[in-house]
């Protein structure tokens, strides 16, 4: 992901009587990414999804979306940005069809221009088949479906959407994520809240990691993996027929190399980069048989455990 940076908050901060719960924030998110805000419960994931939207004042520093100030322009913000919150509500006597309209109407959007842009998305968010069935007799999946159909109504730059699925079956988590995958084909950058790891970790390119209301860590999936774990290294781990001295010193003196072990057989070696075909040439020359080389690549979970080990 190297589009440009449509989102980002500088410093930013918040206080609740006197506590800091969003503390000296700094994201940046970019142009049709989906962008996680992960965290345990009480991060600061909502309140930071509330500045951004200019619905909630930051004690300071500042925050961009798409170019406007969401504290001092928010009216331009509200007309970019989708907005799914935590406990969607609708009118449980109205469809779900005129439920979308009421709020079509609510964004000024022309009554033709609604009816075709809500027969779509009703088909996007897979409840067409239900349109006109009153919300009351919704369950929680499609009336979160629904929750996402109204954040997308105005056809946004970007949709936060705070913890979209939660309260959901499998299967409803697993069709919401699958939806919400699809959103950047259609041109909208995603800010999405959650505190489930395995579901930020299936749709994100980047995330953040909160805690405390502090960014712990930020950056794309792939490289949060090597950072947060190996310090910017690449783990490769080398297998030979029999340990080889000599094999070791070579190596060692590869440009690159930062560190190498020996156990036995096995060479643990900590590089700049991806140096595996420097090293297996190294093996080749040394005249040891190479059994087998492996990268170490990081899962998230391994980051997410290292921050949330209370969890
Ligand atoms: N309106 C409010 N008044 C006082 N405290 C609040 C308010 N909203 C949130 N908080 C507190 O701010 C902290 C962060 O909350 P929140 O942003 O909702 O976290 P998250 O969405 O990550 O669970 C929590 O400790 C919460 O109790
Ligand atoms: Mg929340």
Same mark, same amino acid.
């Given at each position: 992901?190297?589009?440009?940076?449509?989102i980002? &908050?500088?410093?930013?901060?918040?206080?609740?009587?006197?506590?800091?719960?969003? %503390?000296?924030?700094?994201?940046?998110?970019?142009?049709?990414?989906?962008?996680?805000?992960?965290?345990?419960?009480?991060?600061?994931?909502? &309140?930071?999804?509330?500045?951004?939207l200019?619905?909630?004042?930051?004690?300071?520093?500042?925050?961009?979306?798409?170019?406007?100030?969401?504290?001092?322009?928010p009216?331009?913000?509200?007309?970019?940005?989708?907005?799914?919150?935590?406990?969607?509500?609708?009118?449980?006597?109205?469809?779900?069809?005129?439920?979308?309209?009421?709020?079509?109407?609510?964004?000024?959007?022309?009554?033709? $221009?609604?009816?075709?842009?809500?027969?779509?998305?009703?088909?996007?968010?897979?409840?067409?088949?239900?349109? *006109?069935?009153?919300?009351?007799?919704?369950?929680?999946?499609?009336?979160?479906?629904?929750?996402?159909a109204?954040?997308?109504?105005?056809?946004?730059?970007?949709?936060?959407?705070? $913890?979209? &699925?939660?309260?959901?079956?499998?299967?409803?988590?697993n069709?919401?994520?699958?939806?919400?995958?699809?959103?950047?084909?259609?041109?909208?950058?995603?800010?999405?809240?959650?505190?489930?790891?395995?579901?930020v970790?299936?749709?994100?390119?980047?995330?953040?990691?909160?805690?405390?209301?502090?960014?712990?860590?930020?950056?794309?999936?792939?490289?949060?993996?090597?950072?947060?774990?190996?310090g910017?290294?690449?783990?490769?781990?080398?297998?030979?027929?029999?340990? *080889?001295?000599?094999?070791?010193?070579?190596?060692?003196?590869?440009?690159?190399?930062?560190?190498?072990?020996?156990?036995?057989?096995?060479?643990?070696? *900590?590089? %700049?980069?991806?140096?595996?075909?420097?090293?297996?040439?190294?093996?080749?020359?040394?005249? &040891?048989?190479?059994?087998?080389?492996?990268?170490?690549?990081?899962?998230?979970? %391994?980051i997410?455990?290292?921050?949330?080990?209370?969890?």
């Open positions: 992901m190297d589009g440009k940076i449509v980002e &908050t500088k410093e930013l901060t918040k206080n609740y009587d006197g506590v800091t719960v969003v %503390d000296r924030l700094n994201l940046h998110i970019r142009e049709k990414e989906i962008f996680g805000l992960l965290g345990p419960n009480g991060a600061g994931k909502t &309140t930071t999804i509330l500045m951004l200019g619905l909630t004042e930051p004690a300071s520093g500042s925050a961009w979306v798409f170019g406007y100030s969401p504290t001092r322009e009216l331009k913000v509200k007309r970019l940005a989708g907005y799914l919150p935590e406990n969607v509500g609708f009118y449980n006597n109205l469809t779900a069809r005129e439920n979308l309209m009421f709020i079509a109407e609510l964004n000024n959007i022309s009554r033709a $221009e609604a009816n075709r842009r809500i027969g779509e998305l009703l088909e996007i968010v897979g409840i067409g088949e239900v349109a *006109n069935l009153t919300v009351g007799k919704f369950s929680r999946g499609m009336k979160q479906r629904l929750g996402i109204d954040a997308l109504i105005k056809n946004p730059k970007v949709a936060f959407l705070d $913890e979209p &699925t939660a309260g959901l079956d499998p299967e409803g988590i069709q919401t994520l699958d939806l919400i995958a699809n959103l950047p084909q259609m041109g909208t950058t995603v800010v999405l809240s959650s505190h489930q790891l395995y579901q970790q299936r749709v994100c390119h980047s995330i953040g990691i909160l805690s405390k209301g502090k960014t712990v860590i930020e950056g794309s999936l792939d490289q949060l993996g090597r950072e947060a774990l190996a910017g290294n690449y783990r490769i781990e080398v297998e030979t027929a029999q340990p *080889n001295p000599q094999l070791i010193d070579i190596v060692n003196k590869l440009p690159g190399v930062r560190k190498v072990e020996a156990e036995g057989n096995l060479l643990l070696i *900590n590089a %700049d980069s991806d140096l595996r075909a420097e090293i297996a040439k190294a093996v080749v020359q040394s005249n &040891t048989p190479l059994i087998q080389m492996k990268i170490q690549e990081f899962s998230l979970d %391994d997410y455990m290292k921050y949330f080990k209370e969890d």
